[in-house]
């Protein structure tokens, strides 16, 4: 018997059941490029897109944590995702404290071996499976991306820097890692 899972976005917007009523923003080339801050400025976007869009987020979300040297979780649908920026990762890790790699890596002990400021960890099995998430600290707690792939390449999702709806993503996160993950705290760069 396979255990099936809700899906988290449908946890985090059942949730907060106004999110589902804001309008859904176009964040593709054919509108301006955002950057990070007007994210920040919006405090709360909603989209559906696709693969480039959130490529451009996250590394602009994975550049915050490394310039500020705070922690920074990522997901990655599948191991073939992840090894698309494995090498960019080996060297964006050595410029932050504490990082977690998620990804659905169906054989764990087969997944990347960053160094040890960085947890990698297999959401095989899990609703984490089909998320894409990238979440890092700001003055103001954590924030980040949150998206879902609903399919054809298309992922619905939002960014928020909404302490709330970030807590409650990270608290489905460790529910279904069975685990505990904490992006306030201060973490210490590691020296190898």
């Known amino acids: 018997m396979e255990l099936q899972y809700q899906s988290m976005m449908d946890e985090i917007l059942n949730e907060f059941p106004k999110l589902k009523d804001v309008e859904v923003t176009d964040i593709t080339d054919h509108n301006l490029l955002w950057y990070l801050s007007e994210y920040i400025k919006a405090g709360y976007v909603r989209f559906e897109t ?3 869009e959130l490529y451009r987020l996250s590394i ?6 490394a310039k500020y040297k705070v922690p920074l979780l990522a997901t990655f649908e599948t191991s073939k995702r992840y090894k698309y920026v494995e090498d960019r990762y080996m060297e964006l890790v050595e410029d932050i404290p504490k990082v977690w790699i998620i990804g659905n890596f169906n054989n764990p002990s087969l997944a990347p071996q960053p160094p040890k400021n960085a947890e990698v960890i297999s959401c095989d099995g899990t609703n984490l499976s089909e998320i894409w998430m990238v979440l890092t600290k700001g003055e103001n707690g954590p924030f980040g991306l949150v998206a879902e792939d609903i399919g054809n390449g298309i992922y619905r999702g939002f960014f928020s820097i909404s302490p709330s709806i970030i807590g409650a993503v990270i608290k489905s996160t460790e529910r279904s890692l069975k685990m505990q993950i904490d992006l306030n ?6 020296n190898d």
């Open 185 to 190: 705290k201060s973490y210490e760069m590691q």
């Open 60 to 65: 602009l979300l994975e550049n915050y944590a």
């Open 50 to 52: 696709g693969r480039k």
